[in-house]
């Protein structure tokens, strides 16, 4: 069976301060990986999609980035947080159309 | 973009009775899909109902989807506690990899 595994569960991070928030894929080959941002109370923000090693898409600009150095690997990174960059971070991985989502990781940038 | 939007945005109800919650998008889709997802957590898909049907059950879930009006109902029946959590309905384009989720119906039930 497949599992996805989001590391880690939370973070407290001062401003100005890098990011890197990692995810994994297990039990599959060759996902749709996904990074979600959800604002408290919010519905989820599509902020990377990758078809493939290395194919990053990018939905918003900020001061976020994305890579995928392997296939069942997603990172998602900042050089310098913002205050704004505070939320609850959603990775998710498809095949066709149902999204499977990790537990998420609680950012909160102080 | 966030494309769909429920409604209402929370809801209490008693345990047994029905939750329904409605959901409107803008543009042609490929697949309505409904999530649920508990406090603190992630979401956890529960039925997708392509743009041909109309209809679909899961156990206690019910589905509608109306093209004409771009909109969906879910329906919960016979309600329980374990029910309590925040649900988003997510729709996809033809030959789209993106989901686009809605700000979401926070459903409450009351021992």
């Known amino acids: 069976s497949q599992t996805i595994h989001q590391w880690p569960a939370t973070l407290v991070q001062p401003v100005g301060s890098p990011l890197s928030l990692e995810c994994t894929v297990e039990?599959?080959?060759?996902?749709?990986l996904y990074w979600y941002r959800q604002a408290a109370g919010r519905g989820l923000q599509l902020l990377f999609y990758s078809v493939g090693i290395g194919q990053i898409s990018s939905e918003v600009p900020q001061n976020l980035s994305a890579s995928r150095p392997q296939d069942r690997q997603f990172i998602l990174s900042s050089k310098k947080l913002l205050l704004s960059d505070s939320g609850f971070y959603l990775c998710a991985w498809s095949r066709v159309n149902e999204q499977f989502f990790g537990p998420g990781t609680r950012l909160t940038v102080l | 973009s966030q494309q769909g939007e429920e409604d209402p945005q929370a809801l209490s109800i008693q345990e047994g009775e029905n939750a329904t919650m409605n959901c409107s998008y803008k543009t042609s889709i490929n697949n309505l899909q409904w999530y649920r997802q508990n406090s603190g957590r992630g979401l956890v898909h529960l039925i997708l109902?392509?743009?041909?049907?109309r209809e679909k059950h899961s156990g206690r879930l019910r589905v509608t989807l109306d093209t004409s009006k771009k909109s969906s109902s879910l329906l919960i029946t016979a309600s329980r506690a374990a029910d309590t959590a925040s649900y988003f309905c997510?729709?996809?384009?033809?030959?789209?990899?993106?989901?686009?989720f809605g700000a979401g119906t926070t459903v409450t039930v009351r021992a």
């Open positions: 997510a729709t996809d384009a033809a030959n789209d990899y993106k989901l686009s």
């Open positions: 039990g599959t080959s060759n996902p749709n």
């Open positions: 109902i392509r743009s041909n049907e």
